[in-house]
């Protein structure tokens, strides 16, 4: 498991109890003796207006081909959670170096950082 990298997850729902199977890109590798990891939700629904935290990735763009997607997605940045590493499922793909880039760049400034 390694940063950029995206799998099928049980990601906690922020208004209710509950996990729902959704693709999540790791943000850092397994951290800790019971192993966690820093997540970031991805969506197929695009917001009509996107946020500065959010990211598109279009699988037909060859750039993105290797994450394996198979609709256009937003990586929301503003999503965040830490789970446990047992609740990654599969994995799916990767996000290319220069795209990881740019997460690091909008986290930074999402965060303040």
Do not use: C, W
Not at 10 to 27: A, E, I, N, S, T
Not at 58 to 74: C, E, G, H, Y
Not at 77 to 90: F, N, P
């Amino acid at each position: 498991m390694r940063p950029g990298e995206i799998y099928l997850a049980r990601f906690p729902f922020g208004d209710f109890p509950g996990m729902k199977l959704r693709p999540v890109l790791l943000l850092t590798g397994a951290v800790g003796s019971v192993p966690e990891v820093l997540v970031s939700y991805i969506s197929s629904v695009i917001p009509s207006r996107l946020l500065p935290s959010d990211l598109v990735l279009d699988p037909v763009r060859p750039q993105f081909r290797s994450t394996n997607l198979k609709i256009i997605s937003a990586v929301r940045l503003h999503k965040l959670a830490t789970i446990h590493t047992s609740s990654l499922v599969r994995y799916l793909g990767v996000v290319d170096v220069s795209t990881f880039q740019i997460v690091a760049k909008k986290l930074a400034v999402f965060l303040g950082l």
